[in-house]
């Protein structure tokens, strides 16, 4: 186990190193635990010379200064531009990442992209010689299992790549008129996470269609119900309608689970802010952005136990 750690370590010390951009890491108690080529450059340091450095200590330019990275503790409580947390599996915060670019459109996506493709090659390399290994193991030998699990594995974080680049760039929409009753039964049966719960689908008469890219609608709405899925107990109910308001059509899901104070609303549309241990932390992000592609809103409706509402609200257009 220690010496997988040290491999993973590795790893992503070479992969930040890798990025294209400038960024810093600290760790919880905010010193510097990585400096990507492209940031010593820009600060003119060594890697070694500032390991273990307090982020205070750094030579960074007062505008690039973020106290949020001296204590990364505070990004529990509060947002800074460019400065985004490290959590580990349990979703606790164990360090702090920021871009160091002026005038940079920071929200993701620019670092998003980048670590994708920082990851993915090795990925395929990863899953090619397991794969080779698996196939040359007898079948009861038990070294099959731990293969299994590493492939397993590599395919769950390929899925995360995935939804990054999705989140990165996204394709315009291909509009059509999408029947909302099919999709919404598509997009149950394809999300796979509701035996659980009492699902149904209520779609008025007048919001039987919607114009829009189906694909991706599909999976807006997919995205959708996973997360309130994991947010309902056993039994609870898990609802998709759509009705006609005005020039609008509204597609809502709706669950009686565990529901969200207000400042977890105020960031739920935020990469990586999932409180889902399990996702990728881009599910919601991801259902914005299609969103605002079609030149639509979401709406959120939530109270802690008493569930929550997200409501994607498009042009109902003119037919």
Known sequence: ML???????AFA??????????VVATDQTGRVAALSAAARKLLNVEQDAVFGMPYDALPIPQWARKPEMANPALLDDRTAESVRPIRDGDGLIIGAMQVL???SDFSGEK?????????RNPLTGIQGFADLLQRDLHTNDSRREILARIISGVRTVNATVSSMLDFCRPRPP?????????LADDALSLAGCTAHLLASVAVAPDAANVPADRLQLLQALVNL?????HATPDGGRLTISARRAGATIRISVADTGRGMDAATMANLFRPFKSASHDGSGLGLAIVKKIVQQHDGDVCVESEPGKGTTITIVLPAGSG
């Open 13 to 22: 010390e070479r992969m930040v190193d890798a990025l294209p951009i400038s």
């Open 111 to 119: 670092l998003c992209a980048a670590m994708a493709h920082e990851i």
């Open 3 to 9: 010496i997988a750690e040290q491999h993973t370590s």
């Open 174 to 182: 291909r509009l059509e008129q999408v029947n909302l009753a099919a």
């Open 101 to 103: 670019e002026r005038d």
């Open 225 to 229: 119900i996973r997360n309130a899925a």
